[in-house]
């Protein structure tokens, strides 16, 4: 395996657990915004039982409406748990919805039972999840096989831009070399021209 392709494969998986901690995050994220919402709700329902009492009054609609769509805020942010589990690989007691060790009979926090199949379920939900996980794996494979491809021609450029100035400066040095034997070559001539010119010395 080329040093490229154990770098695209470490970027990939680094890339996937990313993905899976951003999923995660973002889930998270919905949750706090939906108990923001069901604490403003809890408010709005302890002012009109207050106004209710106040008038000597039974609980009127409005209450029962916030109280329908607490339960659905319930409800949703079940769900938004569940897909967080399903994200982190996490299985739960139906009982006591303590984290349990896969594999186990009991749950270790309240003793109760664990169904059978529930580790399957769970297996089962992680795979219908890993569509969506797997297409942006593969979207993020290309981009990792693309920004590689990137990679080689820019050091295949460096390398070749380096090989061209190793060559550039061997000409340039052997340039300098002619040159100054020349310089010695024409002081030789210059010095001999003289000794001629002057004669011998007595």
Do not use: H, W
Not at 11 to 19: E, G, K, N, P, R
Not at 20 to 30: G, P, S, V, Y
Not at 100 to 122: M, N, R, W
């Amino acid at each position: 395996m080329s040093i490229f392709d154990e770098l695209g494969k470490r970027v990939s998986t680094l890339a996937q657990s990313a993905q899976k901690q951003f999923d995660a995050a973002k889930l998270q994220r919905q949750i706090n915004d939906k108990e923001s919402e069901r604490e403003g709700i809890y408010a709005e329902i302890g002012k009109l039982y207050y106004s209710c009492r106040q008038r000597n009054a039974m609980p009127d609609e409005a209450i029962a409406t916030l109280c329908e769509k607490l339960t659905a805020l319930g409800a949703e942010m079940d769900e938004l748990r569940r897909r967080i589990d399903v994200i982190s690989e996490i299985v739960r007691c139906p009982s006591c919805q303590s984290i349990v060790i896969k594999g186990s009979t009991y749950c270790s926090k309240c003793g109760a039972k664990l169904p059978e199949g529930l580790f399957d379920a769970e297996k089962s939900a992680a795979e219908e999840n890993s569509t969506d996980e797997e297409a942006a794996a593969d979207e993020m494979q290309d981009d990792v096989d693309e920004a590689v491809s990137g990679l080689e021609e820019e050091v295949s450029a460096a390398v070749e831009k380096a090989e061209d100035l190793e060559k550039a400066a061997g000409e340039a040095a052997d340039e300098m070399k002619r040159q100054a034997q020349q310089a010695a070559d024409e002081a030789e001539q210059i010095a001999a021209s003289d000794e001629t010119a002057n004669g011998p010395e007595y």
